[in-house]
């Protein structure tokens, strides 16, 4: 299965880092959409495009003052092989040390966009809308998955601002 990992950005100067952190195997893509002059949207109008050109199995979402950690890509495909078809949630820690996902629990503030490894599905998918801090849950709160088909795993794969 391959990935199409989708990257809106405003052109910041740690760009290059995060397109270092994306690891790939064949079939993956790196979709970058640039928010100039930003919008103030926070990347939901790049990822809603991006998302229409999508051609990976699944979908994931960095940020390009962001970055995955060592090993992800295997992390991931481990989760897809095991959880076929379903969304999967993994946890990521902010400069603080703080992690995100806390409880098993689809809630404002336990989640944000770049745990997220769903399936290109697009009648399942619900667009990017919202603020900075509710956009992540509005995405995942209304797609067509439920609550508890969601796959909640415990590995780190992305760093924050760091």
Do not use: C
Not at 28 to 48: A, C, F, M, T
Not at 111 to 123: D, E, F
């Amino acid at each position: 299965m391959n990935i199409s990992f989708i990257l809106p950005t405003k052109g910041r100067d740690t760009l290059g880092r995060t397109l270092r952190s994306i690891e790939t195997m064949p079939g993956d893509e790196i979709l970058i959409e640039v928010d100039y002059p930003p919008s103030g949207k926070w990347g939901n109008d790049q990822r809603n495009t991006a998302i229409k050109r999508a051609t990976g199995d699944y979908l994931a979402f960095i940020d390009d003052d962001d970055w995955y950690v060592k090993g992800h890509r295997k992390i991931m495909e481990k989760a897809m092989r095991e959880n076929p078809g379903k969304p999967n949630f993994f946890k990521m820690q902010s400069p603080d040390g703080k992690v995100l996902w806390k409880e098993k629990k689809l809630v404002p503030g336990n989640i944000g966009g770049l745990m997220i490894l769903v399936p290109n599905m697009s009648k399942m998918l619900h667009h990017w809308q919202g603020g900075r801090n509710m956009a992540d849950f509005i995405f995942a709160d209304k797609w067509g998955w439920f609550e508890d088909e969601i796959i909640w795993r415990d590995e780190i794969i992305v760093m924050l601002n760091h």
